[in-house]
């Protein structure tokens, strides 16, 4: 009798912390959902003039026809370099504070995410945007936009979560040019 006490005393305990597992797991998922919705929503108030005022400074200023080749580069390339590195500093600092860190835990992170996250989303925003600036009329681009803020923004929060992911840190130490040639490969140099 004994013996089947014991067993039945695991069992619940067992059951029961398999179910805080997944209410945590919950908690955990319910948390980034409803930061990412948030970013989301910052991604949507940062967006809002952004591309009408784009399409003006273009027409007015640099005198371009709208939809050539020179337009769309030009309103790209704009987008890009002043757009890209802010988004990412907005996003990455907000998710920093929702999630209770301090302005020094903030810094570290971004030096650890920013440069990563240029890189990657300097390779998928252009092809987008291309696609946005030449194809969708301005009034409906920050709608074509949002549907790619949200991946962008579940994409970010995974890249966030992956810290001092090996695949960072030969990333950051081929930029920085600390590696080192060994037999034939190159490997980054451990800090």
Request: glycine letters at 6%.
């Amino acid at each position: 009798m004994k013996n089947l006490f014991w067993k039945s005393w695991i069992l619940e305990l067992a059951v029961h912390y398999q179910d805080q597992m997944i209410l945590n797991w919950w908690n955990c998922m319910w948390y980034s959902y409803a930061e990412v919705c948030k970013s989301y929503f910052i991604c949507f108030l940062l967006n809002c003039c952004r591309y009408e005022s784009l399409d003006r400074f273009i027409r007015s200023r640099l005198l371009l026809r709208p939809n050539s080749l020179r337009f769309v580069g030009a309103k790209v390339a704009l987008d890009g370099i002043i757009f890209g590195p802010l988004d990412l500093l907005v996003f990455f600092s907000y998710m920093g504070f929702a999630s209770g860190k301090s302005v020094p835990q903030i810094k570290e992170d971004l030096k650890r995410d920013f440069v990563p996250a240029l890189i990657l989303e300097g390779g998928i925003w252009p092809i987008v945007q291309v696609g946005n600036f030449r194809f969708v009329p301005v009034r409906y681009q920050l709608l074509y936009v949002n549907f790619f803020c949200l991946l962008d923004s579940c994409f970010l929060s995974w890249l966030e979560q992956q810290e001092d992911a090996p695949w960072k840190q030969r990333l950051i130490s081929l930029l920085s040019g600390k590696e080192k040639k060994d037999k034939g490969g190159w490997f980054p140099v451990s800090t």
